[in-house]
């Protein structure tokens, strides 16, 4: 078959799951190792047996809801394109407006020898984005998976900041060994109620560990605010993320274990909160 009817036949196999969209051309992309222009100019060109089967299976594979980025084993992040297996989470769309966060608080407070932690670092994602954007920076990189771990460090040489993360296995902010100006979190926030209710494609493939926070769905937040009661440094400042629905819960946790800082939930593009930061 040629790449324009390849390309039709993944188009009509994967339209119930993801209904127009660019998976179907992605997949053949990534199997005949070419760009979309290639595929757009090369339309009536014949692909051979190999790269044929190989496309079939991935869109089996992607028919099933396995996510794209684990079949082509990469995630874009701004832009990165950051290698991810199914021990770490996806990057989101909403963590590039954290660490857009982080950014525009380390240019309001320009600090020398600034110290910063990404806990549950998962695919180093908020690490390597802040590395490559803050060179002075010194950054921590925790992670409780060293499976996810392993990914980070992989994802920081590719993109040469290795030298600047420290990463470290281990719960929460236990492996600090002094205290630090600035936590950033995107911890696992989904409530067991979700859980039941989230879609399969995560849900089967996404790790557990990477999503479920508890009854409330802030059991590991709670737990990393209570740490970093003695962790943080007198002017330093915490920004999570959080699920859509815990804004003000999470503002009143950081309020009791905080009750000198100020604390405010902070929106995403959609309107709803999302962020929270926490200035002492
Ligand atoms: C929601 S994922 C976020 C991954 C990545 N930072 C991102 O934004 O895409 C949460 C990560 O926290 C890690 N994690 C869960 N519990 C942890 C704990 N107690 N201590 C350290 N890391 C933890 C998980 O392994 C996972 O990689």
Redesign the pocket.
């Not at 078959?1 to 196999?13: D, F, H, R, W, Y």
């Not at 990534?30 to 790269?51: C, I, N, R």
């Not at 549950?120 to 010194?138: E, Y």
């Not at 494609?201 to 970093?228: F, H, I, N």
């Given at each position: 078959m040629t790449i324009k009817q390849l390309l039709a036949m993944g188009e009509k196999v994967l339209a119930n799951r993801y209904g127009v969209g660019p998976e179907a051309r992605m997949l053949l992309a990534y199997v005949l190792g070419a760009g979309d222009s290639y595929l757009l100019a090369h339309g009536e060109e014949e692909v051979a047996a190999a790269p044929h089967t190989t496309y079939l299976a991935y869109l089996q594979r992607a028919q099933r809801g396995e996510p794209i980025p684990y079949i082509l084993g990469a995630a874009p992040f701004f832009d990165l394109r950051l290698k991810v297996t199914p021990a770490?989470?996806i990057?989101?769309p909403e963590?590039e407006q954290l660490v857009e966060l982080v950014m525009a608080w380390a240019k309001r407070r320009p600090q020398p020898d600034l110290h910063l932690v990404?806990?549950?670092?998962?695919?180093g994602?908020?690490a390597i984005t802040l590395a490559r954007k803050l060179p002075q920076t010194h950054i921590t990189a925790?992670?409780?998976?060293p499976a996810?771990l392993a990914v980070a460090q992989e994802n920081a040489r590719t993109y040469g900041v290795a030298q600047q993360i420290d990463f470290y296995e281990?719960?929460?902010l236990t492996p600090l060994t002094r205290p630090i100006s600035l936590i950033v979190a995107?911890?696992?926030y989904v409530t067991d109620g979700e859980w039941t209710q989230l879609d399969d494609g995560v849900k089967s493939y996404e790790?557990e560990?990477?999503?479920r926070g508890g009854q409330d769905g802030l059991t590991?937040v709670r737990r990393l605010l209570e740490q970093a009661k003695t962790r943080l440094l007198p002017s330093g400042a915490i920004f999570l993320e959080i699920g859509w629905q815990q804004g003000a819960a999470a503002v009143t946790l950081a309020q009791q274990l905080f009750p000198e800082a100020t604390g405010e939930s902070l929106p995403d593009y959609a309107g709803h909160d999302r962020f929270v930061y926490i200035q002492l």
């Amino acid at each position: 078959m040629t790449i324009k009817q390849l390309l039709a036949m993944g188009e009509k196999v994967l339209a119930n799951r993801y209904g127009v969209g660019p998976e179907a051309r992605m997949l053949l992309a990534y199997v005949l190792g070419a760009g979309d222009s290639y595929l757009l100019a090369h339309g009536e060109e014949e692909v051979a047996a190999a790269p044929h089967t190989t496309y079939l299976a991935y869109l089996q594979r992607a028919q099933r809801g396995e996510p794209i980025p684990y079949i082509l084993g990469a995630a874009p992040f701004f832009d990165l394109r950051l290698k991810v297996t199914p021990a770490v989470l996806i990057p989101r769309p909403e963590t590039e407006q954290l660490v857009e966060l982080v950014m525009a608080w380390a240019k309001r407070r320009p600090q020398p020898d600034l110290h910063l932690v990404d806990v549950g670092t998962g695919s180093g994602c908020i690490a390597i984005t802040l590395a490559r954007k803050l060179p002075q920076t010194h950054i921590t990189a925790i992670d409780v998976s060293p499976a996810a771990l392993a990914v980070a460090q992989e994802n920081a040489r590719t993109y040469g900041v290795a030298q600047q993360i420290d990463f470290y296995e281990g719960d929460l902010l236990t492996p600090l060994t002094r205290p630090i100006s600035l936590i950033v979190a995107n911890l696992p926030y989904v409530t067991d109620g979700e859980w039941t209710q989230l879609d399969d494609g995560v849900k089967s493939y996404e790790p557990e560990l990477a999503l479920r926070g508890g009854q409330d769905g802030l059991t590991v937040v709670r737990r990393l605010l209570e740490q970093a009661k003695t962790r943080l440094l007198p002017s330093g400042a915490i920004f999570l993320e959080i699920g859509w629905q815990q804004g003000a819960a999470a503002v009143t946790l950081a309020q009791q274990l905080f009750p000198e800082a100020t604390g405010e939930s902070l929106p995403d593009y959609a309107g709803h909160d999302r962020f929270v930061y926490i200035q002492l």
